[in-house]
Structure formats: C-alpha cells, structure tokens
C-alpha cells in the first residue's frame, strides 16, 4: 500500500529497494518526477478548498438584521372608495427584522425587498384597529424575529376643505431677477384647492403655500407650475401623507416681469423744423413700466407730432401720453395722462410777402401774401430779404380754384434749409406782374410740391 502511494506521487512507478540497481537512475529522470509531485499535490489542496467554499456558502446559514423598514397599509384605496375611510394615523411605522438563511442567499437580499404591511381588507368603519405586522422575505429566507407584531391602525372618515388661493400665496424661491426688473401681476390657473382626508387632518390645515423651485435668470415674463404646500396655524407646513390636494400637479403661475426707468418727453414737428428750445412740456420726464425689452429700448416718449407751420407765436396745448404696453407715471408714481405743453415761437423772426404767384398746374392764375418764418434767430436777415421771387405756390387742380387751404408754399432751393410758410392768405385772382412770374424756381413739380 505504501508503494502504491508513493507510486502516486512519484508519476507512476516504485522505486526498488535500497541497494537496488536503480540508484543511478538519471538526474533528470529524477527531476521532472519531482516536478509532477508538486503539481498533484497543488490539484489535490485546490480541490479541497473547492469543496470546503461550496460546501459553506451552499449549507452553513446565517443570520443578518434589516432595521426600519416601512409598514405599509395594503388596501387604503378600495377602503377610500367602498366606505369613504382613510388611515388616520399609524402607531408604528417602521420595524426592525432579523432574517435567515444561507449565506450566499442572505447576502444577496436588500432591503427593499423585505416588506413589511396590515391588511385593511376587514374595515368598514371608523375607529381604531390592532392590526397584525405581516413580513414578506424573497424565496429560501426566513424571518426570524421581527420588533413589531402588531400596531395599532386609526381609520377616519375623509372629508374635503376648499381653499383659496391668490398671488399672496406664491413664493419664487428659485429665481433671480435681472438688474432693473421686478415681479408684476401674477395669474394662477385656479383660485381655490380641494383637501381631502380624514376630518382629524383637515383641522390642521390653515393655508397653504404655492412654490415655485425652478432656477432662473428672469429677464421676461414666464410661466411656471407651482407645488403647493399646507400650512398649520403657526405656517409651519404640514407633513401628514394622509391628506391629498386634488389640483396639486395642474397649478400653471403666470408671472410678469417688470423693468421701469426715467425718461425724458418729447415733442416733434412734422416737417422738422421744431427745435427743444421752442417749447416747454410739464412734466418734462415720466417713469416708465413695462416689459423689460421695451423698456430698454424706450429712449424717450414722443408726446405728440405737431405741425410747426400751423403753430402760433404763443400756443398751449395738452396732449395725451399714452403708449400701448407701457405703464407711465410721473416722479410721485402717480400715473400720468397728459402733459402739458407750451410753444414759445415768438423769438422766431417772421416777414410777410405779398404778390407770391399762384400756379395751377402750370399756369399763373393769381397771387397770395404768404407769412414766412425763419427756423432760429440766425436766420433773421435772409428771412427779412425775402421776396415774391423766391416763394412758389402750387394750388391742388382737384380743388376749386382760390381754396387757400389746399395751397403749398415752396422755396427757392438755397432757402428751403432757413425758412417755412406758416400762412397763406389774400388770394387775388390777377396774375403778378410779367418779371415776377419769369423768375419763377420751377424745379419742383406741382405735384411733389404738394407733397
């Protein structure tokens, strides 16, 4: 037996006996023996250790504790539905379990798959019920112990609360508002929430806080959905999960974004010959509000276009300032209608010139006096040195002949830059003379004269 061993480990064959022929066998006969013995050794420990891993992992069992896991109440909605009833409170909540099994299966558990709940399938009415702890375990586990066998359930009737809610309850926690702006009106979806839950809860509940947790930068109105949140007597917001708001996920807030500024007003001549310095507005600036692109782009108010060549020397007027989507204010934030204004022309130096040929098309059916007024005080010497030579009136052909008013007077070239009509009067039906007529400037047609 010994020999056969020995055989084993030596690849195969006995050796022979001491004194024995063999003695001399070859060196390296010998030592790729010695080399296949520690290979079958290593194979026989490996298989060992096999075995004793599997034979631990697949039999020896363990035990592992799980710690807080939630009791859940199976059955609540068909118990809400048949009989009106909601879980009030709970004693206990949580428990803690100890679990067996073997150790590669235990291992393997987590503890989202132990379940821990009471079964409300047996309650029809409101009270309070002690209830037994089931535990659920995957397959091949085994609940040991558990902390918590039983608790006590408080079931109540549900009930509802109609709340109302405004642009008070809105917090804009999240967002941050560009230089200049600030938040405007304020639009919600609905107006009021529905509460529902047992009539214990619904007491706590004072009101009720509408957050909007969204991160931006507000440069502009926008819209957003708001979470809402019930508060109790002290605004401290109430965590009971028995209690549902109805709308809670369809609440849409309409926010407006809002930016003002000062900016000056101002009045402008419709031929362009109205300079600041020929009328005075009060108030002179306003404070404007709106959105904040318009806002910034508003450089000044336009109060009023006015045709200077129909003002008077001394002419006071009141206009209305109104833009569309600008809200206007004066300095006090007073919102401003109208403005006042007063036009001083009578530092304007003026000359009146008569015997201004009239022509009809292209022929001279007449004469005018035409008051002429220069554009500054500059202008005073050419406007003075004004004569019939230098003025043309074009009358419409689609109006009678001798209508005034639908006259336009038109000035040599060289002085369209200094002066303008202001009056056109006297028509007299007999043409000027021959050498007033022959120095007539027939640059500008009739027609984009009257223009």
Not at 380 to 397: F, G, K, S
Request: aromatic share 6%.
């Amino acid at each position: 037996m010994w020999n056969k061993i020995k055989a084993f480990f030596s690849g195969g064959s006995v050796p022979a006996e001491e004194g024995g022929d063999n003695r001399h066998v070859d060196y390296t006969v010998q030592k790729n023996r010695k080399f296949d013995m520690i290979a079958r050794i290593l194979a026989v420990l490996a298989a060992l250790l096999l075995w004793t891993y599997v034979v631990s992992t697949t039999t020896v069992s363990e035990e592992q504790d799980f710690s807080l896991i939630p009791v859940v109440c199976n059955g609540e909605e068909s118990m809400r539905s048949e009989y009106g009833l909601v879980v009030q409170a709970i004693s206990i909540d949580t428990l803690n379990v100890r679990l067996m099994g073997n150790r590669q299966d235990l291992r393997a558990v987590t503890a989202e798959q132990v379940k821990a709940y009471v079964s409300l399938a047996e309650i029809d009415a409101a009270g309070e019920y002690e209830l037994k702890v089931y535990v659920d375990v995957p397959s091949g586990i085994t609940v040991v112990s558990q902390s918590v066998s039983q608790v006590v359930v408080e079931v109540d009737r549900t009930a509802q609360k109609t709340i109302t809610i405004s642009e008070e309850n809105l917090s804009l926690r999240g967002w941050t508002l560009s230089d200049g702006c600030f938040f405007g009106d304020t639009a919600l979806s609905v107006d009021t929430l529905t509460v529902e839950g047992p009539t214990m809860s619904l007491q706590k509940v004072a009101g009720v806080e509408l957050r909007s947790d969204v991160i931006g930068d507000a440069n502009g109105s926008f819209t957003v959905t708001a979470t809402p949140y019930l508060l109790d007597s002290k605004g401290n917001i109430i965590t009971d999960s028995a209690l549902t708001i109805r709308e809670a996920g369809q609440i849409k807030i309409s926010v407006e974004v809002l930016k003002s500024k000062t900016v000056p007003l101002k009045v402008q001549g419709k031929h362009g010959y109205l300079t600041a310095e020929q009328y005075k507005l009060s108030p002179a600036i306003a404070v404007i509000e709106g959105d904040p692109k318009t806002v910034d782009s508003t450089e000044f108010l336009t109060v009023a276009v006015v045709d200077e060549t129909k003002l008077s020397s001394n002419q006071k007027s009141i206009f209305e300032l109104k833009v569309d989507g600008l809200k206007i204010s004066d300095v006090h934030n007073i919102p401003l209608a109208n403005v006042n204004a007063e036009f001083d022309l009578s530092a304007l130096p003026t000359h009146v010139v008569k015997q201004v040929p009239v022509l009809r098309g292209s022929e001279a059916v007449g004469s005018v006096t035409v008051t002429v007024r220069g554009v500054s005080t500059d202008v005073a010497a050419i406007v003075q040195a004004l004569t019939a030579r230098d003025i043309t009136v074009y009358a419409d052909t689609e109006q009678p002949e001798g209508t005034v008013s639908a006259m336009t007077a038109v000035f040599t070239e060289n002085l369209r830059a200094y002066v303008y009509a202001v009056e056109i009067s006297d028509y007299d039906d007999t043409p000027p003379s021959e050498d007033v007529i022959g120095n007539l400037d027939h640059e500008i047609a009739p027609l984009e004269a009257a223009q």
